[in-house]
């Protein structure tokens, strides 16, 4: 068996990677169902049946319903079912998450998009929730059937999402034991969630970043009306099954999570934690680009053999591959960096830290290694690449939401300078490759990344990407020799 061949599989690649993973035979089962049934539906609705908004009733009421084809809530509530969510909290750990989303991103990475976003509010509500808020909504969103809730991450405004210090508009005013708040989300994602996870300021809270609070808010007000209104849907470029919307809050009912003082901490763990699901999403979405690139590469042929035979091209599918372990290396250490710190609070620990660092070069890098990696299959295929017929073109499109949304990789870059200027997690990161890296890549590395953080301001961020870019890579490397 060829070392390529495990790029046929998700599971067969992981088992490759990973000494031991958990619900082997749960994975097998999820990777089925995509093969013989979720493959069709992806494929439809990335195509021809996006979902779309129904905003009045035959009566005239405003219902703001979102319509998608059937097939649709068959293939979301599979994942549900099998436990991109509840599984996190009844077996206290985020691997089975990971793994469900690896295998399921290799096939469709869209649908990812709710079952993060989903996370992304189970998880600040059961941290800085109150009793009576966790005892109210909860439970609903860690169900295991098809009546399961969904959540929602929104921030970003019109005015711009990479900062969201000057970008947040919405206002909250304190209302009794609520909070009302109003504004407009430019981009929401999963637009017709029962719960969503929101960033606003509360009236006369400072300005920027400290100034922001996190808010849930329900669909519907206590009383049953609306609580919030679709002004319209997004036409994508990608995960074109998830409904993207444009939200208006207007008085709307919402809870405080955690102190209001600290909701960016809040804010932050929320998108780190997408940060880390797009890294697993991104070397998934790579390793099927490059099955389908083989596949095609092993049927045409050219000057007499098969394209995969002429050492140019297998030159490149080798490289590619090893490419492709690192980066699933650097993904999954920022999976189990997470694993360990998901619980903590402020002020958070060296190892968060490190976290975030590690969680910032995997979100960049697997993102930016998708776009190449997707662009590089399309090629494969030649002009037949460009036909929405072979798939290829599918995945470009997929990687390139993956490298902006959670954050553009100028956001992971100047984030990740950051956390190393202010709480020296590359130091941290340092000795935790000692075991794996060379010693004198790693000192001359670390002495890069000094020099970096010793600049001027401007100069600093003017350099970082470079410098950035092969703290990844060697990173990723070094990662690859721990897994398996
Ligand atoms: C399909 C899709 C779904 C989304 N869903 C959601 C969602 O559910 N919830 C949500 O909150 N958001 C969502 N977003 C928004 C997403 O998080 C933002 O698009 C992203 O954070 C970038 O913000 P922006 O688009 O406003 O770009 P801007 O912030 O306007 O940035 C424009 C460009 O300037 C660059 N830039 C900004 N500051 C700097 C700097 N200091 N140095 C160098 N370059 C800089 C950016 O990197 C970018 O390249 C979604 C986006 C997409 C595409």
């Known amino acids: 068996m060829s070392p390529l061949d495990t790029l046929r599989s998700p599971l067969a690649f992981l088992q490759d990677r990973l000494s031991a993973i958990p619900h082997v035979d749960l994975l097998a089962a999820e990777q089925e ?8 539906i992806s494929d439809t609705i990335d195509h021809a049946a996006t979902p779309w908004v129904r905003m009045f009733d035959r009566t005239g009421r405003r219902v703001d319903e979102i319509l998608y084809p059937r097939e649709y809530q068959t293939m979301l509530r599979k994942g549900y079912r099998s436990g991109v969510v509840w599984r996190a909290f009844e077996e206290k750990s985020l691997l089975p998450t990971f793994l469900l989303m690896y295998v399921i991103s290799f096939y469709d990475p869209g649908i990812c998009c709710p079952y993060t976003v989903s996370l992304g509010t189970a998880l600040p509500l059961a941290k800085h929730g109150s009793t009576e ?14 009546s399961v809730w969904q959540g929602a991450t929104w921030m970003t405004e019109i005015g711009g999402g990479s900062d969201l210090g000057a970008g947040v508009k919405t206002i909250a005013w304190p209302a009794g034991d609520r909070w009302l708040l109003t504004g407009d989300k430019y981009f929401a994602s999963n637009a017709a ?28 007000r206590e009383d049953g009306t ?45 998108l780190n934690l997408s940060r880390v699901a797009n890294s697993v ?10 099955a389908d690139a083989l596949s095609y590469a092993e049927c045409r042929t050219a000057f007499g053999k098969r394209i995969l035979d002429h050492p140019l091209l297998r030159r490149q599918f080798d490289e590619r591959l090893r490419s492709l372990r690192s980066a699933f290396a650097l993904a999954w250490e920022s ?34 290694f998708a776009v190449d990696t997707a662009k590089w299959a399309m090629e494969v295929h030649g002009g037949l690449g460009t036909l929405a017929e072979y798939g290829a073109e599918r995945w470009l499109r997929e990687a390139m939401i993956l490298a902006i949304w959670e954050g553009t990789s100028h956001r992971q870059i100047l984030d990740g300078l950051e956390v190393m200027e202010r709480k020296q997690a590359h130091k941290t990161l340092f000795a935790q490759l000692a075991e794996v890296a060379p010693a004198a890549e790693s000192r001359e590395m670390e002495s890069e990344v000094e020099r970096l953080l010793s600049l001027p301001p401007d100069q600093k961020e003017a350099e970082a990407e470079a410098v950035f870019k092969r703290l990844a890579v060697l990173s990723a490397d070094c990662l690859s020799r721990k897994y398996p």
Not at 33 to 40: P, Q, S, T, Y
Not at 347 to 367: D, G, I, M, N, Q
């Open 193 to 220: 969630a029962e719960l969503a996870v929101v960033a606003a300021r509360p009236e006369g809270a400072p300005a920027g970043v400290r100034g922001l609070a996190l808010f849930l808010v329900p669909r519907y």
């Open 226 to 270: 609306l609580n919030r209104f679709i002004r319209r849907l997004k036409d994508k470029i990608a995960t074109r099954s998830v409904p993207t919307g444009e939200i208006e809050l207007r008085d709307s009912e919402a809870y405080l999570l955690g102190q209001a003082d600290a909701g960016i901490y809040l804010i932050l763990e929320v």
């Open 281 to 290: 999403v991104s070397v998934a979405l790579a390793q099927r680009a490059m």
């Open 335 to 368: 999976v189990r960096l997470l694993d360990q710190v998901w619980m903590e609070r402020p002020p958070y620990s060296e190892r968060y830290h490190l976290f975030r660092l590690v969680a910032h070069l995997a979100k960049y890098w697997t993102a930016e």
């Open 133 to 146: 808020l966790q005892a109210r909504f909860l439970p609903q969103l860690l169900r295991k059937g098809d």
């Open 33 to 40: 169902w995509w093969k013989i049934e979720g493959v069709a």
